[in-house]
């Protein structure tokens, strides 16, 4: 045996056959004429090495081979030769007669009889040789019998054995198609897409590598393709190919002045495909047009189905608006009935519309688990639902399911606690659908972290209430009795939702980590067992892969001293991490931070409300429990209670000094916190002369020379740059409507002197970065809206400018979010305040009540996503139309019914109660997801029937009701609401318009 395995070993004479499979390792110095290259090449193919004569012109000496300027380990054999090469022999597939045999890849077998695959089944051709072949081997007109006149003997000793690489490894040196097609996009237009940057893996076309590391830096393959060798080695004709030629051509700069023509080919393949030259040009503008409602109509019902992969480039952008997003999903649904979609593709459909539904729309997150679940049963099971998974497809879906759950437990960019109750309905969804697979597809230790950190953040439920009771006033909470039915009462009844989960973890044979502990801590239990503060939380900032021990270990402590009740027992916690030696991280500064700055929780009787009501409901009271909350209570009464404390509990300052002291530099998210909560606007001013942030660096001092630097600062630091400015801007005098950037000399003098220009440059930073974080352009417009004044005129001002950034957001193709919409609401009502009170303008009346309700009205049906047309023209109505609509919280719903009261605007009235008869049950879910919302819906509907009523206000406009028909249909429709309690009793609306309703007044249906 030993002696066989000699004789066949790699590089042996013995093995000529496997020899003969490789090119020559000396190939011609230089190509005798540039344009026979290809014919060369071509004639290389044919040619095997084991021919021992080659041709050159004769007029030529017989030179000595080397590699020349052509890498030999990059030309494979043509797809004749790639599959059992080993046993080819000379003349099976090819012979040398080339007058004969003409390459033509329909007739192209192996040895073995069977066909051989052509690029065309393939998502890539295997190489540049197998490309340049497949299209040279379509072309009519080629004479293969002049390649070469003349021979020259090749020494058999100078053909060594030299490794292939292999197909998989061929492959990952290749782009892929999408990202060809977006990198011929030239312009602007590409920086609208999700594009992976040099040197990073794209993982949306290769999985990544089981051994690869974050330690290992591995060098970023070069590709094979280029613009440089794409006319000498063309891709096989493909609508990818097509379609990145039509980019090419079109979004050159500057732009090409012949017409584009399509190739006989092209129209060949777009003809059998169903598709025209028109189509083309419709996907290329869907590609490039920045306005996602323009680019959208590609996907709409009743128009051309666009191939697959357009869709998938279209949820590559960056941004996308609520109204795309709904008109996307409904086509994805649409699309799963009239054709299958393969396992590759609607992985990637779910990851890219998690990512906008986080985004812009939480609601539809079940939706897409309900599509996923539906379409991967229907993928995986046979007629009867019994057809096992074969063993690789069963590892596949197993790891995309658990990190499919991953996906379901990021939190969402707005309201991410509320939002959870999406997230895990999502969650249980696909949880289902793993176990009713056969086998059952097994959860991963990341699954279950998964899940684990998804209930973190909900509500405690009735017996965590119970067990939080229970916690006694001293430090640790240990349980004190308060009957002796409390007595049997131990962990397995303390045990959360978030640690059951846990324990199945660890019941399923994961062991606990660095990361379970800091879920306990959270979900109520420290490390030695002892307990803590049940703490409801997003955890947004960490990653559940996260591998840093020593970052985990800092979030380890954070967690300690958020999930404490006063500032006592955090000051304590911090103390003890500082006692470990271990360096301080931010993530603990952070904690201690947010302990100092949020308020105690006051315990004063006195409910009364005014009239910003929604003010009231935001703001906790004694009824809440600790971990509920973010503000902290009281020390215990008693002495007895109290942490021991080696230094007193200090100050927000004094904490900033003590970690100047320590070397620690802010960056990133305690920055962020600190720009937003820092009390003093000198301590403010000495934290960013001192920060090391470049992007931020350049606002402070205003230098706008480097819009790069600026785009790439995150936005939650950009707003919290505005938050700074406009927390310590005033207005003093009547606000310019378009301020613009001043040099840097004059701006470093106005920071310091002129609070005005503090919103001014707000306003400026806005208009001229304007950027795709909401919340930077939220905090603006509530400094706008909320500032107090004595002047009434100064509020139609404010709308105007309040209406001019809207109109950049527009601009930017950006929506709104609840939160802008309920200061727009806020904006419009005290604008029309003032016009009512005659102390504007007659211009500024006119304009605020012709287009205040218009635009109020075109804001709420963009915000709820009511797509009617899409819906009412879809021609397959089922499930996958039951797209739940947004539903803004009880607050926003409120500010909108009072605005439109204040307008007069009873139709817009009437259109609301429709749509609020019509979504009631989500409605009513979406207000109690918070504290008090059920009682700020009752609000609503008393501040609907004063504004139908006309006494909406005192003053000069009260008495003007609308027609006692819209009245009565309003109140019919209210009163048909089950379990809603019917129209308010006229009681409440009394005490409404006197703006004295108290806290403890009835929810929704007297609850």
Known sequence: MPLILSLAAPGSPNRLGRRATHLAIHLPPRLPVVRHQQHRLLALAIHPPWTRTLSLPSNQPSPSWTYGSLPARRYEHPHAFRRNHSAQRPG???????????????????????????????????????????????????????????????????????????????????????????????????????????????????????????????????????????????????????????????????????????????????????????????????????????????????????????????????????????????????????????????????????????????????????????????????????????????????????????????????????????????????????????????????????????????????????????????????????????????????????????????????????????????AGWDTDYSPTIQTRTSVPSFSTQYKDRAHLRSLLWAGRIRTTRTRREAWACFLAHEMTGVADQQEIYIAMFEKLYYPTLSTSPDRASSLDLEEEFEQPTADMLPGDMKEVIPDPTSPLHYVFLNEPVPTYKQLYHRMYTRHLSPSNRLLAFLLETCPDFNMALDILDTTQHDGINHLFLGKHDNNSLIQATPGYLFKAFIHFLCRFGSIDRPPIREPTLVAPEQHAHLLRSDRQYLLEYAHALLSHYKPKYRPAWTVYVDKMVQHKTSMMAGNSIRYNIVCKVFEHMEDIDLDIDDGLFRLMCTATQYAAQTANHWSTSTEDARNIFLTGSSRLRILFRGLVGANTDVQSTNPIRDSYDTIPPHIPGPAELHAYVRALGTLHDYEGLYSFSTWLMKHHVEVRQRAEARYSGSRLLFRTLVALRAAVDGVFEIGPSQGMGGSAEIAQLIKAQIGSIEGWGGWPAQEYVDIYIKGQLKADMPGVGGQ
């Open 92 to 522: 099976d597939a090819f012979t040398s007669d080339l007058t004969t045999n003409r390459l033509k890849a329909a007739e192209v077998k192996d040895q073995r009889g069977h066909p051989v695959q052509t690029p065309e089944d393939e998502d890539f051709p295997e190489s540049f040789l197998d490309a340049f072949i497949f299209s040279l081997s379509r072309d009519e007109s080629l004479n293969t019998g002049q390649l070469w006149e003349h021979k020259i003997d090749v020494a058999k000793d100078d053909v060594p054995f030299r490794a292939q690489l292999s197909r998989t490894a061929r492959k990952a040196m290749r782009p892929s198609r999408p990202a060809q097609v977006l990198a011929s996009i030239q312009g602007s237009a590409r920086d609208l897409y999700m594009i992976a940057p040099p040197g990073k893996v794209d993982l949306s076309y290769r999985r990544p590598r089981p051994h690869d590391t974050g330690d290992i830096k591995r060098p970023s393959p070069k590709p094979l393709w280029s613009t440089d060798n794409a006319d000498l080695l063309p891709e096989p004709v493909s609508l990818y190919s097509i379609l990145a030629r039509f980019l090419r051509h079109d979004t050159a700069s500057p732009s090409a002045e012949s017409e584009f023509k399509f190739t006989q080919l092209e129209l060949h393949l777009l003809h059998s495909k169903g598709y025209s030259p028109d189509s083309i040009s419709k996907w290329a503008s869907t590609l490039v047009e920045s306005r996602c409602r323009v680019a959208v109509e590609t996907f709409k019902p009743g128009a051309e189905v666009p191939p697959l992969f357009l869709l998938l480039l279209y949820l590559r952008r960056k941004h996308v608006r609520a109204f795309a997003l709904d008109v996307i999903m409904r086509h994805v649904g649409y699309r799963s009935r009239i054709e299958p979609i393969t396992w590759a593709a609607l992985k990637l459909i779910v990851i890219r519309l998690l990512r906008h539904a986080r985004e812009l729309w939480p609601e539809s997150v079940p939706w897409i688990a309900t599509l996923f679940a539906t379409e991967a049963a229907r993928l995986h099971d046979d007629e009867d639902g019994s057809k096992p998974l074969s063993p690789s497809m069963l590892s596949d879906v197993t790891q995309f399911c658990n990190n499919l759950l991953l996906l379901l437990s990021l939190p969402a960019d707005n309201q991410p606690i509320i939002s959870s109750m999406y997230q895990e309905k999502a969650q249980f969804q696909v949880l289902q659908y793993m176990a009713s697979r056969s086998p059952a597809i097994s959860v991963s230790r990341l699954g279950f972290r998964s899940v684990t950190r998804n209930q973190l953040a909900h509500a405690k439920t009735p017996s965590e209430q119970e067990w939080a009771e229970l916690k006694g006033p001293s430090w640790p909470p240990w349980k004190e009795n308060r009957t002796a039915m409390d007595e049997d009462k131990g962990y397995e009844f303390g045990a959360s939702r978030a640690s059951k989960i846990m324990h199945r973890m660890y019941e399923a044979g994961y062991g606990g980590r660095i990361w379970e502990e800091m879920a306990e801590v959270y």
